[in-house]
């Protein structure tokens, strides 16, 4: 895996918790940022992803805003090798 992706949260909201859990359940280590705990974590998540909503994936050039699990992973099937990269192969769902 390149460098660490990037995990844009809210602590209060449930799909984040849900990516969150999700996430760890696949061994993905994770710079998790509260957007409301710092105004830098909110404009860089706006700025990548040209949105307020979490949670927001950054990995490289892939982003994924706004998202439940499943709408994650229909994503993922749209980009194989960033798939591979994090390490969560066909028969891991």
């Given at each position: ?42 404009d ?5 992803s ?20 499943d ?23």
């Amino acid at each position: 895996m390149k460098k660490k992706p990037t995990l844009y949260i809210r602590r209060s909201c449930p799909w984040c918790r849900e990516a969150m859990a999700f996430f760890s359940q696949h061994g993905i280590e994770l710079d998790v940022r509260d957007v409301e705990a710092s105004k830098q974590n909110m404009d860089r998540m706006v700025e990548v992803s040209e949105q307020g909503y979490v949670p927001t994936f950054e990995y490289g050039e892939f982003i994924v805003s706004d998202f439940s699990v499943d709408e994650f992973q229909d994503e993922l099937e749209q980009h194989p090798e960033v798939r591979k990269e994090l390490g969560i192969g066909d028969d891991e769902d």
